[in-house]
């Protein structure tokens, strides 16, 4: 998977916050020949999104996630809930074959893995409307949930080196996000910490403002990395550059803050508040 996936997947997130904060129903996409994928909403929260092509997927990840399960199990699992129409997550914990948090990661990476398939080909899109609570909210997602669960699955390694520098820079409070750049040169999210009420379309706000700061910064001095500090809205922002990573704190203690990012990253303030 690219970046480039991430960036599509980022607008159909931004889509999806669109609608009413209590939507539920599912989203039906199709490109124009077949099939893409679905997603399925209760209460404006995401509960499960589908591709084709991963039906067997998830098995996998509940598999790797269970300390022992075998493939055999699960697929039991799921044939009892076909069977019966009882949602998987419960039947899986009530079993006792995983726990919550394994359930939780496995559904938030499948769903992550799908939307990153459906969203560069989802050219028609269908509302179906419906009534029915069958999800526990436990293991339903935010839009913002899913667009970081979908930076760790496109890039794994860059996603974990930068939360690991922004939790060693956000020791002292604060939230942040991590940005890099896709093949189109657009800076796409690819972690955060701490951001428990952040929004993707906040988060492309931010990336577009931490976009011209730094490249304001490459044309005032080239041969530093840049950092800026102000307060935009009343909040303390700060943007700075590693190793080619873009990062943006937020609300964090901004007396300390750019001496910890000279610090660590050795960057150059370029703008002070």
Do not use: N
């Amino acid at each position: 998977m690219t970046y480039g996936s991430l960036a599509a997947a980022t607008r159909l997130l931004a889509r999806i916050e669109e609608l009413a904060s209590d939507a539920t129903g599912a989203l039906v996409f199709a490109s124009r020949t077949e099939p893409v994928g679905t997603i399925l909403l209760e209460g404006g929260r995401i509960c499960w999104i589908g591709a084709k092509g991963l039906g067997r997927r998830l098995t996998d990840l509940l598999t790797e996630r269970s300390g022992g399960l075998g493939r055999e199990q699960v697929e039991d699992v799921f044939g009892w809930c076909s069977r019966t129409g009882s949602p998987l997550g419960e039947a899986l914990i009530e079993s006792g074959l995983l726990g919550p948090d394994g359930l939780r990661e496995a559904l938030s990476r499948h769903s992550a893995e799908s939307l990153l398939l459906i969203a560069p080909h989802a050219e028609q899109v269908q509302w179906l409307s419906h009534k029915h609570r069958r999800y526990d909210a436990r293991f339903t997602f935010r839009a913002f949930d899913l667009l970081l669960a979908a930076g760790a699955a496109t890039a794994p390694e860059l996603a974990a080196t930068a939360t690991a520098h922004l939790e060693r820079i956000l020791r002292g409070g604060g939230a942040g996000i991590a940005l890099a750049r896709d093949d189109a040169e657009k800076l796409v999210c690819v972690g955060g910490l701490r951001c428990g009420d952040w929004s993707v379309t906040s988060v492309e706000r931010l990336a577009s403002y931490a976009g011209m700061a730094v490249d304001l910064a490459d044309f005032v001095a080239p041969s530093h990395e840049a950092m800026a500090v102000g307060q935009p809205s009343g909040a303390s922002l700060t943007i700075w550059r590693h190793d080619e990573i873009v990062y943006v704190a937020v609300g964090a203690d901004t007396s300390l803050l750019p001496l910890k990012v000279a610090s660590l990253s050795g960057t150059f303030t370029l703008l002070r508040r």
